[in-house]
């Protein structure tokens, strides 16, 4: 019986349950370039989980530690494993590889345990159990037939931006604003991180009892940065508030004096004595010229400024608006 379940998981003929995404799992959610200590951190990951599965081949009771050591580091980093090819298959391996470890060491329970959380989140890539030798081949095929036999339940991962979801330490796939991402996975608690994929830092964690009385919704809504208007489109003024502001009081103030040396042309210096009575004075004021042209020189100045100060203020308050609506 061993034997078939070996020959059939060997021939891909063994039918291995694993999360059946309803929608494309990479559908539409994009790749964002890491930045250089990102990548460094990951490559660096990568290496310590090869190391760790190298050394699981020829001294397993020694690489059980290393194995749980680099995985628990890999667990903490879900979301940079997530977005490393390298690391994300790193990580599978040794993975594979403890459950080779501790079936060579005798730990068959443990084995199993790992060998169940693989299945559980193997994603549409069957594990390569073939690779570890025929323990782990044995070992899976059981397992497999095992999990078909669990209930499962629907998770539904919504996303207004494109995002990773990630059950665990598994990469589900991935959700947008198009779709959710809806996942089959095996009845149980479930610990899943949703991270936006242009910006890892906006995420959440939620833990869930997924059962089969329906499915289980996780959202994660993007954030709304406020943008600036481009350069070119911010208006801009010809002549600072505060010059506009002055030209108009000095043409309001001329303006004024101007009136004023109008309104006295003809009356006596002192102001008080009338010109045309019984004791006129002998000098009369002589400003009706200048006060006209200090009406015409402080208008014209006054209009000079409030046009491009008014134009400066409507440009002012369209800039207000437009950042209004942006945000």
């Not at 309803?22 to 539409?28: I, N, Q």
């Not at 959380?117 to 782990?136: D, N």
């Amino acid at each position: 019986m061993i034997g078939a379940i070996a020959l059939a998981t060997l021939l891909g003929a063994a039918d291995v349950p694993r999360p059946v995404a309803l929608r494309e799992a990479g559908h539409g959610c994009g790749t964002a370039t890491l930045s250089a200590d990102a990548e460094a951190e990951a490559e660096a990951l990568t290496r310590r989980l090869r190391d760790a599965e190298e050394k699981s081949a020829t001294a397993p009771a020694e690489a059980i530690p290393l194995l749980r050591e680099s995985l628990a580091e890999a667990s903490t980093q879900a979301i940079l494993v997530a977005q490393h090819d390298g690391a994300r298959q790193a990580q599978r391996y040794a993975r594979l590889a403890l459950v080779r470890s501790l079936l060579a060491t005798g730990d068959r329970d443990g084995a199993t345990a790992e060998m169940d959380a693989l299945l559980a989140t193997a994603g549409a890539e069957p594990l390569p159990a073939r690779l570890f030798g025929p323990s782990v081949v044995e070992l899976h095929g059981a397992r497999a037939q095992a999990l078909a036999d669990r209930e499962r339940g629907e998770l539904v991962v919504e996303c207004s931006a494109a995002c990773l979801a990630i059950a665990d330490d598994t990469l589900l796939g991935c959700a947008n604003a198009q779709g959710p991402l809806r996942v089959q996975l095996p009845a149980g608690t479930w610990r899943v991180t949703v991270a936006e994929v242009s910006d890892a830092s906006h995420r959440k964690i939620e833990t869930i009892d997924l059962g089969v009385g329906g499915p289980a919704t996780v959202r994660l809504e993007a954030v709304r940065k406020d943008v600036d208007p481009p350069a070119d489109d911010v208006p801009r003024r010809r002549l600072p508030r505060w010059a506009g502001i002055l030209g108009m009081a000095v043409g309001a103030g001329a303006m004024i004096t101007g009136g004023v040396l109008v309104g006295v042309d003809g009356r006596c210096p002192d102001l008080k004595t009338d010109p045309n009575g019984p004791n006129p004075c002998d000098r009369r004021l002589n400003t009706d010229v200048p006060g006209i042209v200090m009406l015409v020189g402080g208008g014209a100045l006054f209009t000079g400024f409030t046009i491009p100060f008014a134009i400066g203020e409507a440009r002012l308050a369209k800039q207000r608006r437009a950042r209004a609506r942006i945000r």
